[in-house]
């Protein structure tokens, strides 16, 4: 075979291999466009789950918070009830009278 003739072969050869490299390439890109997407729509699901989590954790604290407010509440009616009893029991009205006008404005002000 002649040198020129040599030459195209190559040539040809070469555009062969370029063509087929970049259709690997159009190829190996369009695989990692779909990766991508698949990413990111697994983010937007991600951040949309945390928003919902810390919603829902907020949501939890007030609750949280509000029962132990009705818990103390609780435990102060209670512990004005037996300083009542006790009161009553050592025969100091007095001291019943002050507890119990405690107990009915502790009642007073949760109920509002």
Known sequence: MSKARSSKHEKKARRRVKAKCRKELKVEMEDIRKEQKSIKE??????????????????????TKLMIQRSASTQLRLSLMFNIIKAREDADFDKAAHFTLLL?????????
Do not use: F, N, P
């Open 42 to 63: 697994a983010q937007s699901q991600l951040r949309e789950k945390l928003t919902a989590t810390r919603t829902e954790c907020e949501v939890l604290r007030e609750e």
């Open 104 to 112: 009915r404005e502790t009642i007073a002000t949760d109920d509002v």
